[in-house]
């Protein structure tokens, strides 16, 4: 079984939430774009989710279902 990627993203100033190389939602604030990722990796497990930094480096990295698990 495939694990989708989401990231929170920088991008000017706001906050992206992309999958596969495409912008999934648009944020103001930080914490909108986690809420919303986490909502769509919840929702599609196995995920994984990637929160970055403003300067990019990644923050933290969560897991959604049986990302890893055998069989």
């Known amino acids: ?40 990796a919840r929702a599609h497990p196995p995920s994984l989710l990637k929160i970055q930094r403003r300067d990019g480096s990644v923050e933290s990295r969560r897991v959604y279902g049986a990302v890893g698990a055998p069989g």
Do not use: I
């Open 1 to 40: 079984m495939t694990c989708t990627v989401y990231w929170v993203s920088p991008l000017f100033g706001s906050w992206d939430v992309r999958c596969a190389d495409r912008v999934v939602s648009h944020h103001e604030r930080k914490r909108d774009a986690v809420r919303a990722a986490v909502r769509l």
